[in-house]
């Protein structure tokens, strides 16, 4: 079975950190470009952060530049979220995807198309 599963949420105070973990089972993750996406109550789902296969291109919303960090191990078959400087407006459940076809500049923060695989989401919340 494909999937993607996502990990790392919890309830953090504001100016806290999380890292989110995105491990893939049943698939490489190698060729395939990864992105954490969150969805607030209410709102739209929007992109946090992109990352190319080879690691090599990223990209992040303006909301979480300097604070946010994506990586990946490809030997571990997972991707990271480091998440740091944390505010109650991060609150919302992330999640990661993945295709094997697409550029991060296309992935985020609105992927053209539907993407391949999606995780099934972690809550973080921010509050005191």
């Known amino acids: 079975q494909l999937q993607l599963v996502e990990s790392g949420g919890g309830l953090v105070q504001p100016g806290g950190s999380l890292r989110l973990s995105c491990a893939a089972s049943?698939?490489?993750?190698?060729?395939?470009?990864i992105g954490w996406f969150r969805q607030a109550p209410g709102k739209e789902r929007e992109g946090v952060s992109c990352?190319?296969?080879?690691?090599?291109?990223?990209n992040y919303a303006d909301s979480v530049k300097g604070r946010f960090t994506i990586s990946r191990d490809n030997a571990k078959n997972t991707v990271y979220l480091q998440m740091n400087s944390l505010k109650p407006e991060d609150t919302a459940v992330y999640y990661c995807?993945?295709?094997?076809?697409?550029?991060?500049?296309?992935?985020?923060?609105?992927?053209?198309?539907?993407?391949?695989?999606w995780g099934q989401g972690t809550q973080v919340t921010v509050s005191s």
């Open positions: 049943g698939f490489s993750l190698d060729y395939y470009a």
């Open positions: 990352i190319s296969s080879s690691g090599g291109s990223t």
């Open positions: 995807a993945a295709d094997a076809f697409i550029t991060v500049q296309a992935m985020c923060p609105s992927p053209y198309r539907p993407l391949d695989y």
